[in-house]
């Protein structure tokens, strides 16, 4: 029987398997492996560097910048090229001391200049060259949703000009399919567009009157692709939350307890044309109760964070919370959006050395990358995003905290319903970081039986 697009020399098994887009291989066997990796860190960098490009969704703490260096170094050794790592702001900093501890030569650049191995923002990447480099490595790669267009589209098309490619990021947020097709496409696998169309349904109706009324697309998984989409994503991609889920032991990784307490703060005087207050529905009013109650939310989180003595993290959502919260607590600096690049990472970086007690910022400023393990105490306003909720926390609460975390969740009656709609946001993360593991370690037991797909030419769309 002839197949369509199946040559002379191609079986009809690889001709499925090149179809399923799973098995390709564009890397390299390991050609240095130092004894400072964990077991499973070395799994996990060894297997990604056989990919060529590929993805380590490892949880907050579990080391991806010594598997990112490792990673690094071996692009470097084999190629004789350069390699550039990129982060956010005030990361380079973490990144240049912990380079230093593992004896790594590891130098920052904002002005373009290429070293063997560079570090630099994400914001200065219009800097620099993808024809200087062999490899590449988006360190905290799910921060790219928090750019704009312009600019996320900047950095997926410099990733795709440079041969070795890594993303590495805390596991993906539930149902946020938009990261896991950007991350593919990034490392030039299937395009985001591409996989909708593959994997998933379009719930819109696609009638004249519903695009007249400007209706959101939304896709679902179609329920007999599930199987096959996470067995694809397990293809180019690596999850773990513990070394556990790949079969390695936990007990270095053991965090301490994670104290999360509600305060529920009530406004002094009710919205107008109302006796008595009534919960908030919707977007809109919650958006009001929230700014009717900016002094007494932030009153309530000086109280919580004043005369401790201890470092305190506090996250806020609006610029009026943040301006309050710094003229009412007198040990506090804020990072806000209006502060250039410099400043933003100087004073990151005087809270992470312990220069500073109080640190006050947005999520989308400094929820991502940054190590605070010497801050035990993190206070917040409820947010619907539920990864920027998991970030802002994983921030102090991450393997290498050496205390209970406290986590204090300064809400309005309005915000119960945000609150109870990141519980079941949490519980989707689960049920999806479930499905990535027992693909993923579906996908390795075929591996050692020596029956995985075998790695074919790259395909024309690469």
């Not at 982060?87 to 380079?99: G, H």
């Not at 506090?314 to 600096?333: F, H, M, P, R, V």
């Not at 319903?417 to 079941?424: D, P, Q, W, Y």
Request: charged content about 30%.
């Amino acid at each position: 029987m002839d197949v369509p697009g199946l040559g002379e020399d191609m079986s009809y098994d690889e001709f499925l398997s090149r179809k399923s887009q799973i098995g390709y291989e564009f890397g390299f066997d390991p050609v240095w492996m130092p004894d400072f990796l964990y077991d499973f860190q070395s799994t996990l960098v060894e297997w990604v560097l056989r990919k060529g490009r590929g993805g380590i969704f490892a949880d907050c703490g579990l080391g991806k910048t010594p598997m990112e260096f490792v990673w690094a170094e071996n692009v470097a050794r084999k190629t004789g090229k350069k390699v550039l790592i990129l982060t956010a702001l005030a990361v380079s900093f973490q990144m240049l001391q912990e380079a230093e501890k593992f004896e790594i030569e590891l130098k920052a650049s904002g002005d373009g200049t290429a070293h063997r191995l560079t570090v630099t923002n994400y914001e200065k990447l219009c800097k620099f060259d993808p024809a200087d480099f062999a490899g590449c490595v988006c360190d905290e790669s799910s921060i790219l949703k928090s750019f704009d267009g312009t600019r996320r589209g900047e950095i997926t098309a410099f990733m795709r000009k440079i041969p070795y490619r890594l993303l590495a990021t805390a596991t993906a947020a539930p149902n946020d399919f938009t990261e896991l097709g950007t991350s593919s496409e990034a490392l030039g696998f299937l395009g985001y567009m591409d996989m909708l169309n593959r994997f998933f349904k379009n719930d819109l109706n696609n009638s004249a009157t519903g695009r007249m009324r400007g209706e959101v697309i939304k896709w679902r998984l179609k329920g007999h692709a599930e199987k096959s989409f996470w067995r694809w994503v397990c293809s180019w991609s690596r999850s773990i939350r513990k070394p556990s889920d790949l079969g390695f032991d936990d007990r270095a990784f053991i965090l301490p307890e994670l104290i999360e307490r509600q305060h529920l703060v009530k406004a002094s005087k009710p919205s107008q044309d109302l006796l008595f207050e009534l919960p908030a529905i919707g977007l809109k009013e919650q958006r009001e109760e929230r700014k009717r109650t900016i002094k007494e939310r932030c009153h309530q989180v000086a109280d919580l964070v004043k005369n401790t003595g201890e470092p305190a993290m506090i996250w806020c959502n609006l610029n009026e919370e943040g301006n309050y919260l710094e003229s009412i607590i007198q040990d506090a600096i804020q990072v806000s959006g209006k502060d250039n690049d410099d400043k933003k990472e100087s004073k990151l970086v005087a809270f992470a050395k312990g220069n500073e007690r109080v640190l006050i910022t947005k999520p989308k400023i400094g929820a991502w990358g940054l190590n605070f393990q010497h801050c035990a105490h993190v206070l917040t306003f409820p947010t619907h995003s539920y990864e920027q909720h998991y970030q802002l926390i994983r921030r102090c609460y991450r393997f290498g905290q050496k205390k209970p975390v406290k986590v204090d969740i300064v809400l309005t009656e309005g915000d119960k319903e945000v609150i109870k709609n990141l519980s079941a946001k949490s519980s989707k993360a689960d049920r999806m970081f479930e499905s990535l593991v027992a693909e993923m370690n579906n996908a390795l037991m075929i591996e050692n039986q020596g029956d995985y797909t075998i790695p074919l030419k790259a395909p024309q769309w690469l």
